[in-house]
């Protein structure tokens, strides 16, 4: 986008823009957070799977003292073993998964809530300077105090303004720019976008 909507911007407009913008930001930011919060806390359930895995470890490690006595046997040993090893694969499972849904959390939350920022900043950016340029270089005009200013900021009145808003600057405002009674439409677009004459 090159900008080149921004002269039909006023002030005023341009400020509830930013406004517009900064909820907007606020808003997914804040939407971001929520998802990255709730994906982390599913981590928790790993923790219950960690926990299964070392009491099943437990159980195996009694098992294997168990397996020790001579009534008992061997085949209370193999059992033991199995067990053990199953509360190992548990646990190790269990810390992977809580090791990738915190990392998903924070990825899903960056994304969420930096890719709604990634389709409007590259719109509202170039709109934004675009426009800030247009003031600066209207305000130097001003405080240099150009001859013809008043009436190339009456011939942008006329371009940009609405048409109620011009006929508030008096009956026929074309005629009155023909015949040199630009003041007012220049006044009405200083106003449009947020400047006032300086004190001379």
Do not use: N
């Not at 499972?93 to 809580?98: D, F, K, L, Q």
Request: charged share 25%.
């Amino acid at each position: 986008m090159d900008g080149r909507g921004h002269g039909f911007f006023s002030a005023r407009t341009m400020r509830l823009l930013d406004v517009l913008l900064l909820v907007y930001v606020v808003v997914w930011a804040v939407l971001g957070s929520l998802i990255a919060m709730d994906v982390r806390r599913q981590a928790d359930l790993s923790d219950h799977v960690t926990r299964i895995g070392e009491a099943l470890s437990d159980v195996g490690a009694g098992l294997d003292v168990l397996g020790g006595l001579p009534l008992l046997g061997d085949d209370i040993g193999e059992v033991a073993g199995r067990v053990r090893d199953a509360g190992e694969s548990v646990q190790a499972s269990g810390r992977a998964s809580r090791d990738s849904l915190e990392r998903m959390g924070i990825l899903v939350g960056v994304a969420f809530a930096a890719l709604p920022l990634m389709l409007v900043l590259p719109l509202y950016v170039p709109l934004r300077l675009a426009w800030r340029r247009e003031v600066r270089a209207v305000a130097g005009a001003l405080a240099a105090g150009g001859p013809d200013l008043d009436r190339t900021l009456a011939r942008r009145a006329l371009a940009t303004m609405p048409y109620e808003r011009l006929l508030a600057c008096g009956a026929d405002p074309w005629t009155r720019l023909e015949t040199g009674e630009v003041r007012e439409l220049a006044d009405a677009e200083l106003t449009r976008l947020g400047l006032t004459r300086p004190d001379r």
